[in-house]
């Protein structure tokens, strides 16, 4: 396994364990697999995600609360769509209140 893998396998356990209904920025879960200042490559790892997967990658936003844009824009109202479903509220700006709905990890 190589290091990048090895590094995208942590973030997918760090995602697993977001509650439903709750929401974890870029940069927290790049900070809690100790991988302070690499928010990025935990948008590279959830993108690198296959289709067939069980990880909650829609319970990932930015740090302002909103669902990063994409290449492919359906994606976003996808997960939008998602989180709504588990109860995640947005602004009418289209942002979710961190202070909400952010993962407390105990």
């Not at 990658?57 to 998602?82: F, I, M």
């Not at 989180?83 to 009418?92: R, T």
Request: aromatic fraction near 8%; proline fraction near 6%.
């Amino acid at each position: 396994m190589t290091e990048t893998e090895s590094r995208y396998k942590k973030i997918y356990k760090m995602v697993e364990q977001i509650p439903r209904g709750q929401v974890a920025t870029y940069g927290q879960i790049a900070r809690l697999v100790g991988l302070p200042r690499h928010a990025r490559m935990v948008g590279y790892a959830l993108h690198a995600l296959p289709n067939d997967n069980n990880v909650p990658w829609q319970r990932v936003v930015n740090a302002k609360g909103e669902v990063s844009p994409r290449a492919t824009p359906q994606y976003e109202d996808l997960q939008r769509h998602l989180l709504e479903c588990e109860g995640v509220v947005f602004s009418d700006a289209g942002r979710i209140s961190l202070k909400t709905y952010q993962w407390k990890r105990l």
